[in-house]
């Protein structure tokens, strides 16, 4: 193996080798748990829950969690196109690189709008 990945191997056993050992190092300086029955309950505002802390979600819940998504990633590649924007409008480029981006928000708008238009954002 050359030289030169040894420090990236020692950088990687440590990454891994760290939550390990502040795992076990935190497993040994706790005290013991003596809770037992309504103190492993959830709490809410000091009232009993209303339901179990695992029930279902709502369909439309992820449905906004993949819009987010969406619109998240479309914001990474509006950052690299707006960087490179000045060297292609100095080689004449501006224009193509223009229209090519507003197609791409063109097509994500549409997709928006067919969303909303299905009703797919309303909560109630």
């Not at 037992?36 to 009232?47: A, D, S, V």
Request: aromatic share 18%; hydrophobic share 55%; charged share 15%.
């Amino acid at each position: 193996m050359p030289k030169a990945y040894l420090p990236v191997l020692i950088y990687a056993v440590l990454v891994m080798a760290f939550p390990a050992v502040t795992l076990v190092f935190a497993k040994l300086l706790r005290p013991d748990s003596t809770s037992y029955g309504p103190k492993l309950q959830p709490y809410e505002c000091g009232i009993a829950p209303e339901g179990h802390a695992r029930g279902r979600y709502s369909v439309r819940f992820y449905i906004i969690a993949m819009l987010f998504v969406v619109f998240d990633v479309e914001t990474m590649f509006l950052f690299p196109w707006a960087i490179l924007y000045r060297g292609w409008v100095m080689a004449h480029l501006g224009l193509f690189a223009l229209i090519s981006m507003f197609v791409f928000l063109g097509i994500l708008l549409i997709g928006y709008v067919w969303l909303y238009k299905k009703g797919a954002l309303e909560w109630a």
